[in-house]
T-cell receptor
């Protein structure tokens, strides 16, 4: 399966714990996006990364959230000291971003975080 | 500020008829537009896209129309099938490699058999 891989699919954390969500992009893709979907809402942009570089993090909450995409390994979205309001579906997408042919991004199946 | 708008939260269409989903945008720098389909508990699936240099793009039962002067695009599905019942997201992006893809709030389509 050469698609975008996210894990875990489901994660339950107690308030105050840390959550780590992982995303491996499609083969040949060098750019990763993270989006969040709160219940009954649309897809909200969080962060856009390429290897070892954050391109745009304008959608990331100022505290507790961080993202990285290291030279080796998956992209990781990290949420520290989770609160109930962090409960949501987190989607990762990737793109080749090779030029001006249009930025089509392809999504993974999502990671559902529940904070209890 | 919502740069990509889908003003109809939901739409019901009879099987075999045409479904028309609408999308408006406010940012004139957007250069590339996409439609995605999403089933519950799954990730969004790319459907079709259109560049700003075109006004129409067709792929099977799906056609996207772009009216740049009105900052409006629409997705036509014909004929509609029950399996098309899903949430449809409109998205837009600029032309540079630093532009993110911004999504609208989605329209829930129900195709009634």
């Amino acid at each position: 399966n050469a698609g975008v891989m996210q894990n875990p699919r489901h994660l339950v954390r107690r308030r105050g714990q840390e959550a780590r969500l992982r995303c491996s992009p499609m083969k040949g893709h060098s750019h990763v996006y993270w989006y969040r979907q709160l219940p009954e809402e649309g897809l909200k942009f969080m962060v856009y990364l390429q290897k070892e570089n954050i391109i745009d993090e304008s959608g990331m909450p100022k505290e507790r959230f961080s993202a990285e995409f290291p030279k080796e390994g998956p992209s990781i979205l990290r949420i520290q000291q989770v609160v109930r309001g962090d409960s949501a579906a987190y989607f990762c997408a990737s793109s080749p971003r090779q030029g001006s042919s249009g930025n089509t991004i392809y999504f993974g199946e999502g990671s559902w975080l529940t904070v209890v | 500020d919502q740069q990509v708008k889908q003003n109809s939260p939901s739409l019901s269409v009879q099987e075999g008829r045409i479904s028309i989903l609408n999308c408006d945008y406010t940012n004139s720098m957007f250069d590339y537009f996409l439609w995605y389909k999403k089933y519950p508990a799954e990730g969004p699936t790319f459907l079709i896209s259109i560049s700003s240099i075109k006004d129409k793009n067709e792929d099977g039962r799906f056609t996207v129309f772009l009216n740049k002067s009105a900052k409006h695009l629409s997705l036509h599905i014909v004929p509609s099938q029950p399996g098309d019942s899903a949430v449809y997201f409109c998205a837009a992006s600029g032309a540079t490699s630093y532009d993110k893809v911004i999504f609208g709030p989605g329209t829930s389509l129900s195709v009634i058999p």
